[in-house]
Each structure stands twice: as structure tokens, then as C-alpha cells.
């Protein structure tokens, strides 16, 4: 199926360094989603976003609906070791379907 | 406060077995409600969606079927378990109105491994 565009696949960060990642899409989407996902855990919801242009923080995270509304990112300042999990996108566009496409994965790892 | 409960946890099944995987949401009524698959450090996978009693939207051909008998219940099944059915298996509900946002939320999952 589908699946949007994420990078990067995977990166090594530094404890306390920022962090940042995007998705791209190829079609419009009124919803952007970000997901953090622990080994062998379920998806947990970071940020919503719903509007072209939107910036939403949620503590050290920060997430851009981007204007073209065919992409978003996901910034982390600061990164911790409990940082370190899969991070997925999600797009969802309300006109007539039901289905999120979700991006391929960011893998992060934080050196302590 | 919603509430998403997936069981088992973890199974181990034969070759050859049935399925039987449960999803029960708490707390909202009406969800959307959906089944992944995720192999092993790759993404996610739609394998079956609902937006009503009774009603499956299949995103995959393949051994499994999906059945929604109550409005917050929402089963994945399989007659006869194939060795390529392994994975981690997440259900997940979503609001059906914009008014509500348009949020995913997903379960602890199962982790599926057939011998």
C-alpha cells in the first residue's frame, strides 16, 4: 500500500542535541499525526496537527503541519535516552476514505 | 477516557491452526476501528478497517478476515495460520467526526509467532 515518505531512516544523536525529521507525501492531507513506538509496544500518539501552517508543541517536541500540506516535521530539543523508539507519521485526509498512510519510520538512538 | 484493549498479548500457534485476536474499545462510542500488521523493525501494514457494526473494508488479500460483531468489538481471524502470518498485530480506533479531531489510537498489539 501507500506509505509516505520519512527520513532519516535511522540516526545516532548525541544526549542533549535537538533532533529533526520530516515526511513527505505526494498527495494533500488535512491531518498530520506523529507516533513515538517502543519495542514491542503499540504506536502512542505524540501530536495532532490540522492545519496548513499549524506548530504544535508538546513538551520537548515540536510538530509543523507544512504549508503545501504534503508534508511535516517533527523536531526534539534536548534528546534524552528514553527518546529512543520508532517515530511514524501518519496522513488522513477527510474527504470520502478512512485509512491513515504512515511514513516508513525514523529510528532513533540516543548515545548517553 | 478512552480506553483499547488487545488479547492475547503474545501466541504461539501451529501451522495450520485458526485465529482468533480481540479488540475492545472503551470510553467512545461509533469508532473507526482498524487492524495492522508490523514485521519485525519494518512499518505498518492496513489489513482490515470498519466504520460500523458489521461492516470490514479488507485492505489485503490473504488468510485473514476481520469481523466487527459490537460496536466497540472488532476481531481478526484466520482458519488456517500460514508461516508468513507472523507479526505484530495492532488494532487502533479513531474518532469519525472532525469536530472530535481526527486522532488514531492504537493498542498494546499481539505479537503473533507461528511454528
Known amino acids: 500500500g501507500q506509505q509516505l515518505n520519512q527520513s532519516p531512516q535511522s540516526m545516532f544523536i548525541q544526549e542533549g542535541e535537538d533532533v529533526s525529521m520530516n515526511c513527505t507525501s505526494s498527495?494533500?492531507?488535512?491531518?498530520w499525526l506523529w507516533y513515538k513506538q517502543d519495542p514491542g509496544e503499540g504506536p502512542v500518539l505524540l501530536i495532532a496537527l490540522y492545519k496548513a501552517g499549524e506548530l504544535t508543541s508538546n513538551g520537548r517536541l515540536t510538530a509543523q503541519f507544512g504549508i503545501t500540506r504534503k508534508d511535516s516535521f517533527l523536531n526534539i530539543s534536548a534528546s534524552i535516552p528514553s527518546d529512543v523508539g520508532i517515530y511514524f507519521c501518519a496522513g488522513h485526509t477527510s474527504s470520502g476514505t478512512y485509512k491513515y498512510i504512515f511514513g516508513t519510520g525514523t529510528r532513533l538512538k540516543v548515545l548517553a | 477516557s478512552q480506553t483499547i484493549h488487545q488479547w492475547p498479548a503474545t501466541l504461539v500457534q501451529p501451522v495450520g491452526s485458526p485465529l482468533s485476536l480481540e479488540c475492545t474499545v472503551e470510553g467512545t462510542s461509533n469508532p473507526n476501528l482498524y487492524w495492522y500488521r508490523q514485521a519485525a523493525g519494518r512499518g505498518l501494514q492496513l489489513l482490515f478497517y470498519s466504520v460500523g457494526i458489521g461492516q470490514i473494508s479488507s485492505e489485503v488479500p490473504q488468510n485473514l478476515s476481520a469481523s466487527r460483531p459490537q460496536d466497540r468489538q472488532f476481531i481478526l481471524s484466520s482458519k488456517k495460520l500460514l508461516l508468513s502470518d507472523s507479526g505484530f498485530y495492532l488494532c487502533?480506533?479513531?474518532?469519525?467526526?472532525f469536530g472530535l479531531g481526527y486522532e488514531q489510537y492504537f493498542g498494546p498489539g499481539t505479537r503473533l509467532t507461528v511454528t
Open positions: 487502533a480506533w479513531a474518532r469519525t467526526s
Open positions: 498527495s494533500i492531507f488535512n491531518t
